[in-house]
Structures are given as structure tokens and as C-alpha cells.
């Protein structure tokens, strides 16, 4: 592998990003400090080969050698994908005796409070694929019953033929994995299986939580070894000597080696991918806090960026399951181009979840599709035009009218273009409860953030939500439609570690935890030797999870590089502020609790030296003027005009920009529309937008 030192020197080396969509797969080459994207439909029935044929692709449009590629990384969908829709592989569990149901009953959450026919997720292992061993340790590791290796034996030769993987999840193991280990030898050696351990996938207490991300991980094994095996081949087929990096949810990446053997760890890769590239075109602008929002087709991701860093969180649900790994802290919502607008049976006007997807798709794609979507309503009202998105779509403004006003407007009783813009309004409410859940509700204040949008339609929408949030500016990047593989190019490699060591806070001993820390560095430093990360380009990070004594979760504070009793008194106090800042109050005279350590190993990678091409003059970037619809903020002018709640549109003479040509530093007043190759940007009336020397484009945002 290519020692990272020189994958910040880009003469003449190239680096690739592949991120895989639900639609297509985007592809982001760097050479020379310029980026060039290409798209690819995705294979959902075999995605290495969309990424094959991407990679491809995305080299013979740079004019690059296979051989100069030194670094290529992927963000992947086929963890998270085999999860949702249940092809994960068929596994076992191997539990401590009494514990076999820990599993199925979970935390007793009802998925949805006021349904009286709620069913519970179905277990990742079912009932006669769970199995019980003899063996007892207490809160502190000690040995209370001794493994009965006889009863693993038997156990081991009771699990049927058709089980492709294992799970051992032994009470307290992570307070001294004996156990699970010997247990682990045992069953390898009487079955020819792979075998994921608690102690190893996630050493931390809370049963249920951490025996379900030990079942994820042994059931995704099977899964991930077979999709990385054949894109590993089919890379070196095409001639690049590269080995493939896989980006983890996490928010840094893996060698594929590693993806292999802890594959939960791989669950929200192409989001987290999404928020690190976030993240980097945020500090070229000399942002380091922002709000991301990644709107596609289908769905919007938000997630939170401080300190220049996305949020990394253990309590990430994905799909059903609360899986409690390090990952980025995305929260999702049914909301996207594609959302489909209609009325619910109370009469109100509604958009999403429901997308129309890619195919048929929205009325303005030309493809059959009949119901409305939000695309619809943005083509309607002439923010967007479908021909720039670089394909033959056969767009129809009479279908699309009569679209709305069936499905929309006639049941409403108002006229097509107000209707459009309550779709606007509906899905803008959906997206702003999303994005005040990781600011507001984390404490944050939006006044001092930034928006970062990106995704085919973030743009679209972006300077509307940051006006209703007070957020005084918007940043949307150059490659908007493929940010998630532009960022998997700025991504450091992170290799996460911790254990649960709850003890109470007044009988710590600062020696026990500087040794905890030394383990970890010394296991972060050997991932990052095999990796090639130099010395000087490493860094190890510590943090403490703590609690008031007798709360049920924690706060991850950080902790100083040296641990005596003076840093623990600052852990202490800034425990005490940041749950001061979280939840609004503090009890500095209570006790607390330690619950975990942690540390982070990152190997740094110098990310790409983005810059833009930009001269001329602004008059040469217009494209033309044309009738768009925007919110006037004066308020509806007639109970026949408004849908309740929103303001009255007003349509206006626009002119519409073409991004490439817009020149460096040059102001754009609002209104305005700036088309680029993969997404649109809204410039509202009282705003402002500015190209920068990034190719980012920096909108001040009006009332």
C-alpha cells in the first residue's frame, strides 16, 4: 500500500473516490489539484460492478493511466443495504447460559407508542439459531463459573450446516475476554466459519446493544468478504496498483482488510463520506462549525460538523436497530427531489416519503411517472430546468401543470402554481424539523453555523432553510452531486478503540487509565504500520465517557494526552458544561461516574489542494432570464392563494447563471439561478452569492 506521506504530492499521482447511490455511482478523480466527476448508473444486483465500470469510466475522462492511481477509496452501500433488506448471512449466537433471549428483548421500545398492533423488529439471529454455553464472570471479570468447553464443543456441532457465520456475546466480556476468546478457538476449530466476538466488535456495556453489533458484524462478514474480494480483483484487473480504502461510518477510512473483519463498522459509510467532504470544503472557506445537508432523490441527510470534525456518535440507529459503534451522527428523513406530493385523508397537503424514484421518476423527467414530486413543483415554478442535468429528459410543462392540479391543486381548491409552492413550503417544514433535531436539540445555536448543502437537490432549498433557522450563510460545493466521493479523498484513515471500565469517579486511579490509553495507541500504531502511515503523520486522540451516578447514558468528554488527578479534575469539569450545554442544566456538587475510554488513532492525510478557474466577465455566465416563483415573505394575499401557514410566492424575472463561467470572487444579487453540471442553486431575493476560489459558492443569506 502506498505510504500516506505521498498522497498529498499530486504530481503526477492520482487519487480516486467512488461513492455508490441508490442511483448512480459517482465517481471523483484528482489530479493536479483538479477534480473531475463522472456518474455511472448503479448495479444494485452486483455493485462492484458499477464501481469497476465507474472507476473505469472516471480514469478515461481524466486522461489518467491506471498506474499512477496511488489511492483509491470507497464509500459502500452493502452493509447498510444487506441489513434493510434482510440479506445478511445466516448466523448463530453463542450466549452466556440464561441470556439467550437478550437479543429478542432488546430494550422493550414500542416502534410506535400509540399502535396497539406495533411489532418489534424481527432479531438479527432468530430463537433456534441462539445457543447457550456455561460460564459466569462478574462485573469486574472475575471468574465466578468457570467456560465448560465440553458444552462450546457440543454447541459448536449443533449449529446446522446452512450457517455461514457466528456470534459470541459473553456476559462482561468486556472487562476480560478469556472466555470469548477460548470460545472463538473452539468453534473455529470444529467449524469452518468466521467468528465475531463482543470483546473485539464492541467491549462496552449495555447487553443487548453490544450482542447486536456483534450479530450485525458476524452476519455482514460472509457478505463483505465476497463483495471486496471481487472489487479487489476486478481493481487490479484494470491495472491499478492501489489497494482499496473503505470508508467507515466513522467519518475516516479502513483498509479493505479491515472492512472485512469488522464490516458493522461500514453501516453508514456513504453518509459519513458525505459529512467528511462537508466538512473539508467547509474549512477551505474558514468555516469549522456547520450544519450539512445532503438532499438526493429519495432522502435528506443532516449531521453536524464542530471544531472542523463531523459529530461521531454511539447512538446511531440504522434501520431498526440501534447500533452502538462509533459513527457519524446522521439523521435521515423521507424527503427528496423525488418525494411525491398528496393529501392525506385529514386534507392536508403532504410530501414524501414516498419518492418516485429514478425510474419512472418525477413528471419533468419525460419517463411516465404521474404523481407529483418536489422536482415537479421547483420546474413548475421555473427555479429548475431538467434539460441541464445533461440528459435527454423530454420535459413537459403542460404534464407537469396537469399533474399538480390533479393530484394537487384541484383538491385543494387553488390553482396550480400556489400549489407547487405548498409543496415547497411542506417539504422546507420536513427539512427544517431534521436540521433543528442536530442543532437546536444538541445544543447548538443555527445563528452560528453554516449550511453546507450538496446532493442533486440540497441546493435547491438551502437559502430558504437557513433563512427559517437564522443560519446567516450557505455553502454549496463545487461538486455538490458527488461530494460523498470528493470526500472520501479528504478522509484521514481512523481507527477507533474503547472499553467499558465503569468505576465510581472518586476511586479512579489515573495510572490504571493512562495504561488503558497505552494499549490502545500501541493497537493504533500497529494498524497504522501495516497501512504505511508515517510517524510523523499520526495522531492519537483521548477521550472519557462519563456520567452523573445513577444516569443511564453518558457524555464523551475529552481527555488530556497525560492522565493525573489535575486532568481528571478538568475531564470533570467539562463533563459538567458540556451537559450544561446539552440538556440544560448541571449538578457539579453529585458524583460521577466513569463508564468508557476511548482513542481515536488517525493517520492525517493532506487532502486535495481544490482550486477554481475563474476570469471574465459575469454578463459572459448568463444564460438567460426567465419566470421564477419565490416566497415574498409579505404573507398570503387571500385565503384562495395560500395553503395555512405559508406565505404568499410571487413569480419574478430571474436571470439564470451558468456556474462554470461564473468569475472568481464576483457577487450574484437575488433572485437568481445558478445552474451547474449535477445540481441547482436557488439565490432568494435579499440574498447574495459569491464564487470563490474553491469553485465553492458562498451565499449570504437575507431575512
Request: one cysteine or more.
Amino acid at each position: 500500500m502506498t505510504p500516506l506521506a505521498h498522497r498529498g504530492d499530486m504530481t503526477g499521482d492520482a487519487r480516486v473516490g467512488v461513492d455508490v447511490g441508490g442511483t448512480f455511482t459517482d465517481v471523483v478523480t484528482v489530479t493536479d489539484g483538479r477534480a473531475r466527476v463522472r456518474k455511472v448508473p448503479s448495479t444494485p444486483d452486483a455493485p462492484e460492478e458499477g464501481v469497476l465500470s465507474g472507476v473505469d469510466a472516471g480514469l478515461e475522462r481524466g486522461g489518467i493511466d491506471p498506474g499512477d492511481v496511488d489511492f483509491l477509496a470507497h464509500g459502500t452501500t452493502v452493509a447498510t443495504n444487506a441489513v434493510l433488506e434482510g440479506e445478511a448471512a445466516e448466523t448463530a449466537l453463542i450466549t452466556t447460559a440464561g441470556f439467550r433471549d437478550a437479543l429478542e428483548i432488546g430494550r422493550q421500545d414500542r416502534p410506535d407508542l400509540y399502535d396497539l398492533d406495533a411489532t418489534k423488529p424481527d432479531p438479527i439471529v432468530p430463537r433456534d439459531r441462539r445457543f447457550e454455553v456455561e460460564e459466569r464472570l462478574d462485573e469486574r471479570g472475575e471468574v465466578l463459573t468457570p467456560l465448560d468447553e465440553e458444552s462450546v464443543r457440543t454447541v459448536a456441532r449443533e449449529i446446522p450446516e446452512s450457517v455461514e457465520s457466528v456470534a459470541v456475546s459473553l456476559l462482561f466480556a468486556f472487562e476480560n475476554d478469556a472466555h470469548e476468546r477460548r470460545v472463538e478457538e473452539i468453534v473455529t476449530d470444529e467449524r469452518d466459519v468466521p467468528v465475531s466476538i463482543s470483546s473485539a466488535v464492541l467491549p462496552e456495556i449495555r447487553e443487548y446493544e453490544r450482542t447486536l453489533a456483534t450479530a450485525l458484524d458476524a452476519a455482514l462478514r460472509p457478505v463483505m468478504a465476497s463483495y471486496l474480494g471481487a472489487l479487489e480483483t476486478g481493481i487490479a484487473d484494470l491495472g491499478v496498483p492501489a489497494g482499496v480504502q473503505v470508508m467507515g461510518s466513522n467519518g475516516g477510512s479502513m483498509a479493505a482488510e479491515t472492512a472485512r473483519e469488522n464490516p458493522v463498522r461500514t453501516l453508514l459509510s456513504g453518509p459519513a463520506a458525505g459529512v467528511r467532504g462537508a466538512a473539508h470544503v467547509a474549512s477551505l472557506s474558514g468555516v469549522t462549525e456547520a450544519i450539512t445537508m445532503d438532499m438526493g432523490g429519495t432522502s435528506c441527510d443532516v449531521s453536524l460538523v464542530t471544531g472542523g470534525e463531523p459529530v461521531v456518535s454511539t447512538e446511531v440507529t440504522v434501520g431498526p436497530y440501534p447500533v452502538s459503534v462509533p459513527m457519524v451522527d446522521v439523521h435521515t428523513i423521507g424527503a427528496g427531489g423525488g418525494s411525491i406530493a398528496w393529501i392525506d385523508d385529514g386534507g392536508a397537503l403532504r410530501a414524501g416519503p414516498t419518492s418516485a424514484g429514478a425510474d419512472p421518476g418525477p413528471i419533468c423527467y419525460g419517463r411516465g411517472g404521474a404523481e407529483p414530486a418536489v422536482t415537479d413543483a421547483h420546474f413548475l415554478l421555473g427555479r429548475l430546468d431538467p434539460e441541464r442535468f445533461g440528459a435527454d429528459l423530454g420535459a413537459d410543462r403542460g404534464a407537469v401543470r396537469a399533474g399538480i392540479e390533479d393530484r394537487v391543486a384541484d383538491p385543494l381548491g387553488m390553482d396550480a402554481a400556489d400549489a407547487a409552492a405548498g409543496v415547497l413550503g411542506v417539504a422546507n417544514a420536513n427539512m427544517e424539523r431534521a436540521l433543528r433535531v442536530v442543532s437546536v436539540e444538541r445544543g447548538h445555536d443555527p445563528r452560528d453555523l453554516a449550511l453546507v448543502a450538496f446532493g442533486g437537490a440540497g441546493p435547491l432549498h438551502a437559502a430558504e432553510l437557513a433563512a427559517a433557522l437564522d443560519v446567516p450563510r450557505v455553502l454549496v460545493p463545487r461538486a455538490a452531486g458527488a461530494l460523498s466521493a470528493l470526500g472520501l479523498l479528504a478522509s484521514d484513515v481512523v481507527y477507533d478503540y474503547g472499553t467499558s471500565r465503569v468505576r465510581d469517579w472518586d476511586t479512579l486511579e489515573p495510572v490504571a487509565i493512562e495504561s488503558e490509553f497505552a494499549e490502545f495507541e500501541a493497537a493504533g500504531s500497529d494498524r497504522l504500520d501495516r497501512e504505511g502511515v508515517p510517524t510523523d503523520r499520526r495522531a492519537f486522540e483521548r477521550a472519557l465517557d462519563v456520567r452523573y451516578a445513577g444516569q443511564a447514558f453518558d457524555l464523551t468528554v475529552d481527555a488530556p494526552s497525560t492522565i493525573d488527578a489535575d486532568a481528571l479534575d478538568t475531564v470533570a469539569e467539562q463533563f459538567h458544561e458540556r451537559h450544561e450545554s446539552r440538556y440544560g442544566h448541571a449538578s457539579p456538587g453529585e458524583p460521577l461516574e466513569l463508564v468508557a475510554v476511548r482513542m481515536r488513532a488517525r493517520g492525517l492525510v493532506e487532502p486535495p489542494d481544490l482550486h477554481a478557474e475563474g476570469g471574465g466577465r459575469l454578463d459572459d455566465a448568463r444564460r438567460e432570464t426567465r419566470e421564477a416563483w419565490f416566497d415574498s415573505g409579505e404573507g398570503a394575499s387571500s385565503s384562495d392563494r395560500a395553503i395555512p401557514g405559508s406565505r404568499d410566492w410571487q413569480p419574478r424575472e430571474t436571470p439564470v447563471y451558468d456556474r462554470a463561467r461564473l468569475p472568481v470572487g464576483t457577487t450574484v444579487e437575488g433572485p437568481a439561478i445558478v445552474e451547474g453540471a449535477e445540481s441547482t442553486v436557488v439565490v432568494p431575493p435579499g440574498s447574495s452569492a459569491e464564487r470563490d476560489a474553491h469553485g465553492t459558492l458562498a451565499l449570504e443569506v437575507g431575512e
